[in-house]
């Protein structure tokens, strides 16, 4: 009997890293974790691949994704939807994959209401100095967009205590043996669902 | 600010190796488990050592601890009391110390009662065969003996389902490392107590 995987949230604000420690994770899991792809319905870019970065969706396939329960949460933002593709998240906890959703704070608490089982982590930075010298160190984004997203911030910080799990980013290597170790433990755990 | 040290007991069936596998992980924590030293009414044997095997007392002395509070748990196992001083364990947790309590199932039922915080680890065989082989390669018992520890063991099987974690001592190693992994996860955990 194959224990299922564990479904892993992964939420934090921009800047935080949290894409480059669930990478590393994903690397030293050596295909034991699953990072899942979100769809959406907003224009590519040129560094986005299909299937890589998202999949590319138009605004009616998107909606008849979510009329046919074949997301496990979605959200809009600017006139865009966002998504979680269940198959490929069912597919990979049933054969005992682990599956991470790197997602937002309204996301996450979809899948907290709908999966029980599901671990829902959060990672912090060391400081709100720290987050906004990330942002700035990054150099992608205008002033204006780094106070916006600073603001953002803020609200997603506020809502930290709604998770399971906290990984403060202060260093990735450890920041990203943090997220192995949750794992690792919910194998360990008594599941009674 | 110290977080606090998590509490663990860990419980689990004669000769499958509990000793072992917490005395391994205290080893590889370096100082950062504090192991509990338990105190009993029962008589030293010569292996045997005050404040290292047990803390040895009176019937007068036990009874007197429990009265003033002073045990965290305790049990009377053929008409000696055995029980968990209570200071040793809260002084290595308010310093941030991990404290593991290699305890009875009985005891685990009252350590969950008053410490909702605690974690209850529970140590299984891989299988009956070999949990046998075990107590039979141990060398120190009689049929009679081991025939009766199986028949605990039974009891002790069906409450598992009490307890938080499962750890298959499979293989001392990677048992031990599960310990500390359990650990690991319960600093990220948020807490709200």
Request: with cysteine; hydrophobic share 35%; proline share 4%.
């Amino acid at each position: 009997m194959t224990k299922k995987g564990t479904l892993m949230v992964v939420s934090g604000p921009a800047g935080v890293g949290k894409g480059t420690i669930v990478k590393l994770a994903c690397e030293k899991a050596k295909g034991n974790i699953h990072l899942s792809i979100s769809a959406t319905t907003r224009n590519p870019r040129p560094i986005d691949k299909e299937g890589v970065t998202y999949y590319f969706k138009t605004k009616e396939e998107f909606q008849s994704m979510i009329e046919h329960n074949e997301v496990l949460e979605w959200a809009e933002y600017v006139g865009n939807y966002y998504g979680t593709p269940r198959k490929p998240v069912e597919e990979a906890l049933s054969k005992g994959v682990d599956v991470i959703l790197e997602i937002e704070v309204q996301g996450a608490m979809q899948i907290k209401k709908n999966f029980p089982g599901a671990v829902l982590t959060f990672v912090a930075p060391p400081s709100r100095e720290e987050l906004e010298n990330r942002l700035r160190g990054r150099g992608t984004e205008t002033e204006e967009q780094i106070l916006s997203r600073l603001k953002t911030a803020e609200g997603e910080l506020s809502r930290m205590n709604e998770y399971d799990y906290i990984v403060v980013n202060d260093q990735i290597e450890q920041a990203s043996e943090d997220l192995l170790t949750i794992l690792r433990a919910e194998k360990l755990k008594q599941k009674f669902e």
